[in-house]
């Protein structure tokens, strides 16, 4: 539970940055100077909030970052969905994964919400379908990976192994 408030804090702070105070394009153009995988960059066109994004339309290093801070969101959310659910599972609640999965969306939306308020940044739904996507696939995976997990660690006993 002290993980999952910190990272709660955590995201409070960076949602509380103007674009300004958390751009990483000074750092691309710095690591990424001679633009690896440009042409292959270039072919990659994402429709996002009603525009166009694109190397061509945002230029090389202004596009990887959207694909970072995107990249993130998906990551963060399905991290941060991980944490309410082991955090429900914990108290034993039950449809802990519904119950992550729709935190996790109430969280998203706040914190576009807040993000409406802070300057030079914008709260818009399409992140918040985003981050609710990333945390349906994370808890997804982890299920699975559970699953998987538990059936190697516990292997069946079958009939004959018990003769044996």
């Known amino acids: 539970m002290f993980l999952l408030i910190t990272v709660l804090v955590l995201l409070f702070c960076v949602s509380s940055m103007t674009y300004e105070q958390q751009t990483i394009v000074p750092t691309l153009k710095e690591t990424l100077g001679d633009q690896p995988f ?59 994964v519904v ?14 919400f807040r993000q409406t308020f802070v300057v030079g940044r914008t709260g818009i739904f399409d992140d918040v379908i985003l981050d609710t996507s990333g945390a349906i696939t994370f808890i997804i995976v982890f ?10 660690r516990r292997p069946s006993l079958s009939p004959n192994s018990a003769s044996e």
Not at 99 to 112: C, K, M, N, P, Q
Not at 143 to 152: C, E, M, N, P, R
């Open 99 to 112: 119950f992550a999965i729709l935190t996790t969306f109430v969280v998203a939306s706040l914190d576009e």
């Open 143 to 152: 299920k699975i990976g559970f699953v998987l997990y538990q059936k190697i």
């Open 38 to 96: 440009y042409n292959l960059l270039s072919k990659i066109e994402v429709t996002y909030w009603g525009q166009t994004i694109s190397v061509e339309t945002r230029g090389y290093y202004y596009f990887i970052e959207f694909l970072v801070r995107k990249g993130l969101h998906f990551v963060g959310y399905g991290f941060i969905a991980i944490l309410f659910y082991l955090m429900y599972r914990k108290f034993k609640v039950k449809f802990a």
